[in-house]
C-alpha cells in the first residue's frame, strides 16, 4: 500500500522507491557512443522519464511530449558533470511542468535532513535552515534545543562567512529540495562532513553592521520531533496564559503526541492556544490527528481508515494558527480546513499553494527525486484545489525576517490576537490575595515565606 505524504518544497516525503517501468524501444532515436559517464548520466535523465510516465499525478504531463523534453535537454546532461552539475540540468527541465513537490535533491541531504523525520531518529546538523532574500542569505528557522540554538545563531541573522569562506562558494552549503517550477526563493541547509565538530560562522546582524558577529557552531544530534516537543510551552501575556507547539512538520505521529501531553499537562490552565504551521508538509493522517482536537477532520478515506479516530483530547478554549509563505502542502490543508469550520483567527502571510500528495524515487545516482502523485483535493472541505491557490490569513501579518534579530513578527503579532479573542471570551483572571501566614508569639516564620517565594 502505497503512503502517500503531503510535503513541501522543503519538505518531507514518505519513501516510496517506484520500480522502473519497461523503456519504449520506440521512444528514443540513435545516439552517438558514450563515455562511461556519460552513459550514467543519460541513465539517470530516462529514469526521471520513466518515472514520470509511470507515476505523475497528471497522465497529461502538464501538456508536455515527455519524447520531446528528453530530447531537449539530453545533450546538456551528456555534456554535465555528475552530481550537483547534472541536477541542475534535470532540475531546469523540471521547471517545465511548473508544479509544486517536483525536484532532485542530493542523496546525503535526504539521508540527513529526511529520512530521520520519517522514522524518528536523530542525524548531526546545525539545526538551522536558511532562506535567500534578493541574493542574501539569512537564518530563517532555529530549531529548539539546537546546536545553532545554543550557539546564539538567530533568525533574521545575514550569513556572511561559513568557515571562513563567502557562505555562496562554500561546500557546505546545498539546496533544501525547493521546487524549480514554481516561484518563490530557494531554501539551503550547511551540510556536515563526518570530520566537522564546529562550524565558524561570520554574520551580520544588524543592517549596515562592517564588523561581523563571530559564532561558533557546534552540530548536534537532533530531528524536528524532538524540537517540537521542545517547542511547547506556556506564554505568559498581560495577566494571560496561551499554550503554543511549532509543528516543524506533520509527517511522524511524534508530533501528535507532543500536542496530545501539551494539552493534558502543559496547557492545563492555559486561556487559549497557539498552533505554529510555519514549515513543512507531512502525512494526511499526522495532519488530521493533530487537527482533532480543535475541529472535525475531514474523511480520509479507506486508505487511512475512514473517518479516523484519533484518540485526542478535545479543546474548548480559543485557539489560533500561525502561517507563512512556506507554510506549504498539508500545512496548507490543515489551515484551510480551520479557516472552514471557522475554527479560529489565522495570523500570518499567505501560503504558496503548493499542495500535492508526493513521494521520493531514488535516483540510479544515489540522489532523490520527489514527484507528484496525487491531487490532494479530496483532502481539503469543499474539494477545493489549493495547488497554485494559496491560502489567505484572517489576520495579515509580513515576516520581517532579515536582520530580525531573533524577532519574530508574526509570531508577536499571535500573542495579541490570541490576547483580544480571550479577553473578550473569557473574564479576566481574579486577582488572589495571597494566604496570610501562620502567626506564632507575634512572629511570622521564616520558613513559610521562603516557600511562598
Known amino acids: 500500500m502505497h503512503r502517500w505524504i503531503l510535503v513541501a518544497a522543503l519538505a518531507f516525503a514518505g519513501a516510496l522507491f517506484v520500480a522502473p517501468a519497461p523503456t519504449a524501444a520506440q521512444d528514443k532515436k540513435e545516439e552517438p557512443a558514450l563515455t562511461?559517464?556519460?552513459?550514467?548520466?543519460?541513465?539517470v535523465l530516462d529514469a526521471l522519464i520513466r518515472n514520470v510516465r509511470q507515476s505523475f499525478y497528471d497522465k497529461k504531463y502538464g501538456g508536455h511530449d515527455l519524447n520531446k523534453l528528453r530530447e531537449k535537454y539530453?545533450?546538456?546532461?551528456?555534456?554535465?558533470?555528475?552530481?550537483?552539475?547534472?541536477?541542475?540540468?534535470?532540475?531546469?527541465?523540471?521547471?517545465?511542468?511548473?508544479v509544486s513537490h517536483f525536484g532532485i535533491m542530493e542523496g546525503d541531504v535526504y539521508n540527513v535532513n529526511f529520512v530521520p523525520e520519517m522514522n524518528n531518529t536523530f542525524s548531526v546538523r546545525p539545526g538551522f535552515d536558511i532562506g535567500r532574500i534578493h541574493g542574501d542569505y539569512f537564518v530563517a528557522n532555529v530549531y529548539q534545543d539546537s546546536g545553532a540554538e545554543h550557539a546564539g545563531l538567530l533568525r533574521g541573522d545575514r550569513l556572511v562567512l561559513v568557515n571562513g569562506q563567502p557562505i555562496e562558494e562554500s561546500p557546505l552549503l546545498v539546496d533544501a529540495g525547493s521546487d524549480p517550477g514554481i516561484p518563490g526563493e530557494p531554501h539551503f541547509f550547511l551540510r556536515v562532513p563526518d570530520d566537522m565538530t564546529e562550524i565558524s560562522l561570520g554574520v551580520q546582524r544588524k543592517r549596515g553592521d562592517e564588523k561581523l558577529t563571530a559564532i561558533t557552531l557546534k552540530p548536534t544530534a537532533i530531528n524536528m520531533i524532538y524540537s517540537t516537543k521542545k517547542s511547547v510551552s506556556v506564554i505568559e501575556y498581560k495577566g494571560r496564559k496561551f499554550g503554543y507547539i511549532r509543528f516543524w512538520h506533520f509527517l511522524h505521529e511524534g508530533m501528535t503526541n507532543a500536542l496530545r501531553n501539551a494539552l493534558k499537562k502543559d496547557w492545563k490552565d492555559c486561556d487559549g492556544a497557539?498552533?505554529?504551521?510555519?514549515?513543512?508538509?507531512?502525512?494526511?493522517?499526522?495532519?488530521?490527528?493533530?487537527?482533532?482536537?480543535?475541529?472535525?477532520?475531514?474523511?480520509?478515506?479507506?486508505?487511512?481508515?475512514?473517518?479516523?479516530?484519533?484518540?485526542?483530547?478535545?479543546?474548548?478554549k480559543p485557539v489560533i494558527a500561525l502561517q507563512d509563505a512556506g507554510s506549504r502542502s498539508a500545512k496548507e490543508i490543515y489551515a484551510h480546513n480551520w479557516k472552514y469550520l471557522n475554527i479560529?483567527?489565522?495570523?500570518?502571510?499567505?501560503?504558496?499553494?503548493?499542495?500535492?500528495?508526493?513521494?521520493?524515487?531514488?535516483?540510479?545516482?544515489?540522489?532523490?527525486?520527489?514527484?507528484?502523485?496525487?491531487?490532494?483535493?479530496?483532502?481539503?472541505?469543499?474539494?477545493?484545489?489549493?495547488?497554485?491557490?494559496?491560502?489567505?490569513?484572517?489576520?495579515?501579518?509580513?515576516?520581517?525576517?532579515?536582520?530580525?534579530?531573533?524577532?519574530?513578527?508574526?509570531?508577536?503579532?499571535?500573542?495579541?490576537?490570541?490576547?483580544?479573542?480571550?479577553?473578550?471570551?473569557?473574564?479576566?483572571?481574579?486577582?488572589?490575595?495571597?494566604?496570610?501566614?501562620?502567626?506564632?508569639?507575634?512572629?511570622?516564620?521564616?520558613?513559610?515565606?521562603?516557600?511562598?517565594?
Not at 36 to 43: D, H, I, L, P, R
Not at 358 to 380: K, N, W
Not at 385 to 399: F, I, M, S, W
Open 274 to 316: 497557539i498552533i505554529d504551521l510555519r514549515g513543512r508538509g507531512g502525512s494526511p493522517l499526522v495532519m488530521n490527528a493533530c487537527f482533532a482536537p480543535f475541529g472535525k477532520p475531514p474523511a480520509m478515506g479507506r486508505m487511512f481508515g475512514g473517518s479516523g479516530n484519533y484518540n485526542m483530547p478535545a479543546w474548548g
Open 74 to 98: 539530453l545533450p546538456a546532461v551528456v555534456e554535465s558533470r555528475p552530481g550537483a552539475a547534472l541536477h541542475k540540468v534535470l532540475n531546469q527541465l523540471i521547471a517545465e511542468f511548473k
Open 344 to 453: 479560529g483567527p489565522v495570523v500570518g502571510e499567505t501560503t504558496p499553494g503548493a499542495v500535492l500528495g508526493s513521494s521520493f524515487v531514488e535516483l540510479p545516482d544515489g540522489s532523490q527525486m520527489i514527484m507528484p502523485m496525487q491531487d490532494a483535493a479530496i483532502y481539503c472541505y469543499g474539494n477545493v484545489r489549493l495547488e497554485a491557490n494559496g491560502v489567505a490569513p484572517t489576520h495579515a501579518v509580513k515576516d520581517l525576517l532579515a536582520y530580525s534579530q531573533g524577532v519574530d513578527t508574526i509570531k508577536e503579532a499571535g500573542i495579541k490576537v490570541i490576547y483580544d479573542l480571550v479577553r473578550e471570551s473569557t473574564p479576566a483572571r481574579p486577582e488572589v490575595a495571597p494566604e496570610k501566614p501562620p502567626v506564632d508569639d507575634g512572629e511570622v516564620e521564616e520558613k513559610f515565606f521562603a516557600a511562598a517565594r
Open 36 to 43: 562511461a559517464t556519460q552513459k550514467s548520466n543519460v541513465a
